[in-house]
């Protein structure tokens, strides 16, 4: 079982017997530059004439099509949410149930091998970062109710920051089936005469600081702030708050994972230098400063695994109380 995001032409993937395509309501080609376009294209004119056939497919539905001229043997037609039109949980419960029935349509027809777009992420004005988390979490819920239903799923990307972001949210969620190897990458221009240096493993830590230090910062010195980040319930998203949300507990914690702080051994890490994580939450900005970076890093892991263990926590404990601002502070001023 291989689940891998590639950056790709999902109209040409080689050995995939069932792509998904990112409809409308009224199964249309779509607009130039769109999945949906560029599929139609590669089927044929015969997708087209099934498809005014069929007529409609509702938000969340799965339809199933022959692939015509393409490689694949069926294409899997649904319809995404819109993002903007419904900023709630409802939005990801629509998304999750698009690839749960794009899942079960494969079962049907027995395609053991499926690739998706990126679901949401266009015209449907997704967060990238969410967009992944909730189609990663689907699809570990699909296969954990169906052992053994599939060979290969694949997420086929336009561009290479989109899979990293969906690589990370496997490697995180699905890593007895992530594909570890490298994607391939594409050829440099011949005239390209200066590379950019390969980051150190402390480089990139640095880096993650920097980039979320003065969000962080904001919560901290903002009590109104504070008490939502108190307050948060993942069931009930605040509209004013919702991009703040997003940052907290999506691009945060996918970036921790690509910048090397998830490494799965915070607890030894802490048990062999003797630190008991509780008291971390304690110290004050000098005592955390005098700490190991490796302490700090396990710290900042438990706070990421305990918020993926319990929706919210990395928002309501680690961010309102002021602990995981000290714990990035404190580790970019030791590595930067």
């Given amino acids: ?20 395509n990112s409809t409308n309501y009224f199964l249309s080609d779509g607009a130039p530059k769109s999945v ?31 692939a015509f001229d393409m490689k694949a043997d069926y294409i899997i037609h649904t319809v995404t949410p819109s993002w903007r039109a419904d900023k709630s949980e409802k939005a990801n419960v629509l998304l999750t149930k698009c690839y749960t029935n794009c899942l079960k349509a494969a079962l049907d027809k027995g395609a053991r091998s499926i690739a998706f777009p990126s679901l949401g992420t266009g015209h449907c004005h997704f967060p990238p970062e969410m967009a992944a988390e909730t189609a990663v979490t689907a699809v570990k819920e699909f296969l954990d109710e169906n052992p053994g239903s599939f060979d290969a799923i694949t997420w086929s990307l336009s561009s290479q920051e989109m899979a990293d972001i969906y690589r990370a949210v496997i490697a995180r969620k699905l890593p007895d089936a992530f594909v570890v190897d490298e994607p391939e990458q594409e050829a440099a221009p011949e005239d390209v005469s200066i590379e950019k240096p390969e980051l150190s493993a402390d480089d990139k830590i640095v880096k993650f600081c920097l980039k979320y230090y003065l969000v962080l910062k904001l919560v901290d010195k903002d009590q109104i702030l504070k008490d939502w980040c108190r307050d948060y319930n993942a069931q009930a998203i605040s509209e004013s708050h919702s991009a703040l949300k997003d940052i907290l507990q999506f691009r945060m914690t996918s970036d921790a994972y690509r910048a090397g702080i998830m490494t799965g051994k915070a607890q030894e890490i802490l048990e062999d230098e003797g630190v008991v994580y509780e008291n971390l939450k304690n110290l004050n900005n000098d005592d955390m400063s005098k700490l190991d970076p490796a302490v700090l890093k396990a710290a900042l892991e438990i706070q990421f ?7 919210g926590v990395l928002i309501r404990e680690g961010v309102a109380s002021g602990f995981v601002v000290k714990l990035v502070r404190a580790l970019y001023n030791m590595l930067r």
């Fill in 1 to 20: 079982m291989r689940v891998d995001a590639i950056k790709h032409d999902i109209t040409k993937l080689e050995n995939c017997a069932a792509v998904v």
């Fill in 305 to 311: 695994k305990a918020d993926e263990a319990n929706e």
């Fill in 36 to 66: 949906n376009h560029a599929i139609h294209v590669a089927a044929g004119p015969r997708l087209h004439e099934v498809c005014k056939r069929l007529g409609t497919c509702n938000t969340g539905q799965a339809i199933t099509t022959d």
